[in-house]
């Protein structure tokens, strides 16, 4: 069926450099293999290069230097139509007309499959994406009526209509409350398929991450399981910032607590 998912996407970065229009270095020597299922978190302070990298990984930019591939394939040599099948982006600046309601927005998901899917298979794959998100009941409802979680929840039933093996998120917490943000990663943990997202909260890696991956300066300068990867020495040299490992001792769940040390004056 045209609008099966596929299986889980893999990603690698090999020996990429980005440089921006004007020869600016933004992403350098940067090496990094995405197994498919994989959750990886990308964290970095500001202007660390978080956002080109995920626009590398659905080629929104190109590299400089390097190839970034899918599943072993070229992305620049996959047709744009074949790229937006497989890989789907939730970002930042996402603004549709709030006229839209919540069936037409998730409905722009299925465009990549227009000219292979059926009506029916569109239909069953937007409201398996509703079911998805918790939001069937609403699909008659206007985008601007929608409460700040449920649109965060609507872009990523969006993106799962186009059934794809790769998703993209930039930052999916943001205006969201604390239980709201934990439901929001539960969620993308359990598509089954392959997430790559930017979080700025760090508190929110290990609960969602298999691996995170951290910049600073456009480097990778840490990449591997949260508890290792965010250790006391990264997160003090790459934020500035303490970190503890904890023990839920409900749920014997590892977590990280951050703390702004007592030199921060300092920074
Ligand atoms: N097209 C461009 N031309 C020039 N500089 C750019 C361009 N795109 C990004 N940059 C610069 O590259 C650096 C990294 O930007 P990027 O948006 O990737 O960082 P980020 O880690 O996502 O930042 P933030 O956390 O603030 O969103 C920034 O200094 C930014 O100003």
């Known amino acids: 069926m045209s609008s099966s998912p596929l299986a889980p996407g893999r990603i690698d970065l090999a020996g990429i450099d980005f ?17 498919p299922g994989e959750r990886l978190a990308v ?6 290069g978080k956002t080109s990298l995920l626009r590398l990984v659905f080629a929104r930019l190109q590299p400089t230097r390097g190839r970034v591939s899918i599943d072993g394939r070229d992305l620049q040599a996959i047709a ?13 600046s996402d603004l549709p007309d709030g006229r839209l309601t919540l069936t037409d927005y998730i409905g722009l998901g299925r465009i990549p499959h227009r000219a292979r899917a059926t009506a029916r298979e569109d ?37 799962m209509a186009q059934r794809p093996s790769i998703l993209v998120l930039d930052e999916p917490t943001n205006h969201l409350d604390p239980r709201a943000r934990a439901d929001m990663l539960a969620l993308a943990r359990g598509l ?3 997430v790559v997202a930017v979080l700025h909260d760090l508190a929110l890696v290990s609960p969602f ?17 949260p508890m290792q990867a965010l250790s006391a020495e990264t997160v003090r040299a790459v934020f ?14 590892s977590l990280l607590v951050f703390d702004t040390p007592p ?5």
């Open 19 to 35: 440089c921006a229009r004007d020869g600016r270095g933004i992403l350098q020597g940067l090496d990094l293999a995405i197994e």
């Open 43 to 48: 964290v970095g302070p500001n202007g660390a």
């Open 80 to 92: 744009p139509l074949e790229r937006a099948r497989r890989i789907a982006v939730v970002g930042q």
């Open 123 to 159: 239909r069953a794959a937007a409201g398996d994406a509703m079911a998805l998100v918790g939001l069937s009941g609403l699909e008659s409802r206007r985008l601007d009526s929608l409460s700040g979680g449920e649109r965060q929840r609507a872009g990523i039933a969006r993106a």
């Open 192 to 194: 089954g398929i392959t």
């Open 209 to 225: 991450a298999d691996r995170v991956a951290v910049l600073s300066a456009g480097r990778l300068v840490a990449h591997g399981p």
């Open 240 to 253: 500035a910032m303490d970190c503890f490992p904890f023990t839920n001792p409900a749920t014997g769940r």
């Open 263 to 267: 030199d921060a004056s300092s920074r």
